[in-house]
């Protein structure tokens, strides 16, 4: 008790290091990149330097992205900051080509990715959700329960960390997950993949499949120029 034990206290504990939660930056936009910039001192173009890093070029670390000073570069690395792109956990491949990744999830419960090849179509379905709320009675996903909405950063991994990621030609959002039930995140993403400073794609090589959240369903349509698949069920 009292002051006289604070300076063993200080030497036990000097050695300690808090690990930073990492923050990715893939999964921002430009409005967001500019704040990550004025938040380490950068300038406003630096957003621009950065989207296209990430999403043009493609880069793994920030250390890759050499328009920008080393002491920029330093500062988003002590901010916290990291590119945020993750490997795949697994994979199996079928006969006809089709790859099956299995992904970082949420909530314990990790996600899939599929690559489906087509004479010159190569089509990913990505997941939205770790499990699914909705429950219905054709989807075994639903039967696994709900474990988390992933963030857009998530999504965006599993474009553009599988290895068919620069010959894709298609996006389907129809993996894990009811899109329209992680809306915010999935718009995120659709933005990402459509904008110019993005990675450009056309919205028409975007679908969103979901059972018909109809508010949901209405954003998505006020939003954005991607084609929408409804299941039909029961």
Known sequence: KGTQNLPVFMYLCKDIRIDMEKKPLIGKNLEELRAVAAECGMPPFAAKQMARWLYEKRVTDIDAMTDLSKVARQR???????????????MA????????????????????????????RVTICVSSQ??????????????????G??????????????????????IVFMGMGEPL????AVLRAVEILTAKWGLAWSPKRITVSSIGKIRELR????????????????
């Open 76 to 90: 988003l690395a002590e901010a916290g900051y990291e590119v945020g792109r993750e490997a795949p956990l697994a």
């Open 181 to 184: 039930d992680n809306l915010d």
């Open 219 to 234: 954003r998505l349509l006020d939003e954005t120029k991607v084609h929408v698949a409804i299941s039909i069920h029961s």
């Open 130 to 147: 770790a499990g699914c709320r909705m429950n219905c009675s054709f989807c075994m996903t639903g039967k696994q329960g709900f474990h």
């Open 93 to 120: 491949r079928s006969v006809d080509g089709t790859a099956k990744y299995l992904f970082t999830g949420v909530g314990g419960r990790d996600v899939e990715a599929v690559c489906i090849p087509d004479k010159e």
């Open 149 to 170: 909405s992933l963030t857009p950063a998530a999504i965006l991994n599993q474009v553009l960390s599988v290895p068919e990621s620069a010959d894709l030609t298609n």
